[in-house]
């Protein structure tokens, strides 16, 4: 069974940083994409980053919203199967629900993020 729970989540100032974690279990396919998204209130969900996982457990960050690109980096740490998203320089209109998401094989299109944890919130006060 799959299992993907994110922390990290909280209330910052504008400009202020804040690291989301995802652990992931139970995910046997050893190339594997995951991403984080985000989702606030009255908005589509849009995908924030994503990081292909090789085989051998190399991560190769392969997808940032133009909104993300120089603040925001996607890391993971295979011996911890975990995923990190550094947020930096963080705006009001980053305030959302982060969701962690996972594909089971090595496709990195949005369609194909079947695995979702059960987010953690963004709040960002200006």
């Known amino acids: 069974q799959v299992e993907l729970v994110e922390s990290g989540g909280g209330s910052v100032q504008t400009g202020g940083s804040l690291r989301l974690s995802c652990a992931a279990s139970?995910?046997?396919?050893?190339?594997?994409?995951m991403g984080w998204f985000r989702q606030a209130p009255g908005k589509e969900r849009e995908r924030v980053a994503s990081?292909?996982?090789?085989?051998?457990?190399?991560?190769?960050?392969?997808y940032y919203a133009d909104s993300a690109k120089g603040r925001f980096t996607i890391s993971q740490d295979n011996a911890k199967n975990t995923v990190y998203l550094q947020m930096n320089s963080l705006k009001p209109e980053d305030s959302a629900m982060y969701y962690c998401?996972?594909?089971?094989?090595?496709?990195?299109?949005?369609?194909?993020?079947?695995?979702w944890g059960q987010g953690t919130q963004v709040i960002v006060s200006s």
């Open positions: 998401a996972a594909t089971s094989g090595g496709s990195c299109r949005s369609s194909d993020f079947g695995y």
């Open positions: 990081i292909y996982i090789t085989s051998s457990g190399q991560g190769i960050p392969g």
């Open positions: 139970g995910i046997t396919y050893r190339q594997k994409c």
